[in-house]
């Protein structure tokens, strides 16, 4: 890829990068309950606000004289996305939420990933895993938050800029428009 289809990544998110070990990934998991998600759903949510920050399309690649993010050639939402399917309970859950947290991200594709289980017991399940790279805990409860406090107001949301500009060194593209 060219470096003017690529940019250099930020030196606190490659502080990140840098820090990831196997027996400690640098990833941020989130699990929600959202009462009566869907797999349709989920897909519109994130080809709509997910989506709308262009970073999530894109990938670390390790490149002199560091890391760089490059957009995923092959990109597709249902690289990102594992429906499973099944009834859990809260101890099944639990197990099976910790099975996936050590569990490595695939390095050949951006660096995050959702699992919904929608019929498990109390309602849909929502788990997120992401690279910290991507943004912090904090950045990420406030994306999702606004997401959703925005999501009655679709008009708005559905106009963010999808600005395809490349970024330089030290710049940050800005959040999508269904966000605070």
């Known amino acids: 890829m060219s470096q003017k289809e690529s940019h250099l990544l930020l030196p606190v998110d490659s502080a990140w990068l840098a820090l990831e070990r196997p027996e400690n990934p640098m990833t941020i998991t989130v699990m929600l309950r959202v009462e009566g998600l869907t797999e349709a759903r989920l897909l519109e949510f994130l080809r709509i606000y997910w989506l709308a920050w262009e970073r999530f399309r894109y990938m670390p690649v390790r490149r002199a004289p560091g890391w760089w ?12 996305l594992q429906v499973v399917g099944g009834e859990l309970d809260r101890q099944a859950l639990q197990d099976w939420v910790s099975a996936r947290l050590n569990q490595p991200l695939p390095t050949y594709r951006p660096l995050w990933k959702f699992w919904l289980l929608p019929d498990a017991e109390g309602g849909a399940v929502l788990l997120l895993r992401m690279h910290h790279c991507y943004a912090d805990g ?13 999501r009655r107001n ?4 559905f106009t963010a800029r999808r600005n395809r500009r490349t970024w330089g060194v030290g710049e940050e593209p800005p959040m999508p428009g269904c966000v605070s």
């Open 154 to 157: 679709r008009r708005r949301c």
């Open 69 to 80: 993010w490059e957009e995923d050639p092959v990109f597709s939402l249902h690289h990102h």
């Open 138 to 150: 904090l950045s990420l409860q406030a994306y999702l938050t606004g997401c959703a406090r925005r």
